[in-house]
């Protein structure tokens, strides 16, 4: 127990512990084991607070409340299992429905383990999580993808190539095609040059 801090109040908080340890770029993860009605853990008062710390949103299994006061929060992009009006000490006694098993351990959200320090990637209601040491390889694999798809974006609006062919493993001419095409667009690309010539050497053609 914190000095100073009566218990009934500290028991009462569990939900803001791990908030007073948040510094920028940390992102709030928790596994509310999707619990919607009477689960909310997270309103706009400690959403504000934790969007201030991390500069980030929340990683939330389970349902958040206020969400229009979350949804004035800027930056606070996130990514949670539902939303209710409710609230986890709602209840006769006042009493706690969940309580806090650990901070900074390994937890679960969905299928995914989630372990202190991983890099937290969510987009367009997905979430994954990144191994730190993973991370540069990920970045870069997911940049040749990118370059990749324009390409085929490209060819097919072109109709050089079906749908079928670029959805495929790329034939030989294909992927001579893709590393001309690379060549020629060298500084248009949103991806660094000196990236797109190191992957250029690794190529055969």
Known sequence: MKKGIPKTDESKSQNSWPIDM?????????NQF??????PTVGDNLGNSIYTKSGNGIVYDGAIRDING????????????????SHHLNNPDGELNTTLVGINYPTRIGNA???????????????????PHLVE?????????RLRDMFGH???????YTPG????????EIEKDFSKWLNEHLDELPVPKEQIQEYL???TW
């Open 22 to 30: 948040l510094v920028k770029g940390d992102v709030y993860v928790v």
């Open 34 to 39: 999707g619990a919607h009605e009477d689960g």
């Open 70 to 85: 979350l949804r004035e929060i800027g930056g606070f992009t996130s990514l949670f299992r539902s939303y209710h009006p």
């Open 113 to 131: 383990t989630v372990m202190p320090g991983d890099v937290v990637l969510g987009r367009d209601g997905g979430v994954i999580f990144i191994p």
């Open 137 to 145: 390889r990920v970045v870069k694999t997911s940049e040749i993808v």
């Open 154 to 160: 490209e060819r097919l609006r072109q109709q050089a």
């Open 165 to 172: 062919q670029i959805d495929s493993r790329w034939t030989d």
């Open 201 to 203: 050497k690794t190529r």
